[in-house]
C-alpha cells in the first residue's frame, strides 16, 4: 500500500499549484482520502478530502472557495487545485486515507504520505 504525493513546489501569492496523491493498494470503494498540512511550528492541519463513493466532500474554512479536490479513479490518483494562494498555505501537504465513505477532516487517517513542500511567496 502507499500514497505518494507530487507537485509541490515555489509559488507567487495568487499562483496556483496542483497537487496530486498516487494511491496503491486499496480501492477508493471504501476508502476517503483526504489533504493535510503542517507548518513550522504549527500544528497538523486538515486541508480537505473527498469520498468517491459517497461523493462526499470537505474543505476547510481556510481555503474553501480557492482549493479543489477531485478523484481520478481510473488512475488511482487524488487531485489538489490550489488557486489565489497565500503566503500562509505554505506547509508540507500530506495525503492520507481513511477505511470510511464518510470523509471527514478530524478523523482518524489510517495511512500516510510523505509529503510534498508548498511554499507561497510574497
Known amino acids: 500500500l502507499y500514497l505518494v504525493e507530487s507537485g509541490g513546489g515555489l509559488v507567487q501569492a495568487g499562483g496556483s499549484l496542483r497537487l496530486s496523491c498516487a494511491v496503491g493498494?486499496?480501492?477508493?470503494?471504501?476508502?476517503?482520502i483526504g489533504w493535510f498540512r503542517q507548518a513550522p511550528g504549527k500544528d497538523r492541519e486538515g486541508v480537505s478530502c473527498?469520498?468517491?463513493?459517497?461523493?462526499?466532500?470537505n474543505y476547510a474554512d481556510s481555503v474553501r472557495g480557492r482549493f479543489t479536490i477531485s478523484s481520478d479513479n481510473a488512475r488511482n490518483t487524488v487531485n489538489l487545485q490550489m488557486d489565489s494562494l497565500k503566503p500562509e498555505d505554505t506547509a508540507i501537504y500530506y495525503c492520507?486515507?481513511?477505511?470510511?465513505?464518510?470523509?471527514?477532516?478530524?478523523?482518524?487517517?489510517?495511512?500516510w504520505g510523505q509529503g510534498t513542500q508548498v511554499t507561497v511567496s510574497s
Open positions: 473527498i469520498s468517491s463513493r459517497t461523493g462526499i466532500v
Open positions: 492520507a486515507a481513511d477505511r470510511t465513505v464518510y470523509c471527514g477532516l478530524g478523523n482518524m487517517y489510517d495511512y
Open positions: 493498494g486499496l480501492s477508493f470503494d471504501d476508502y476517503s
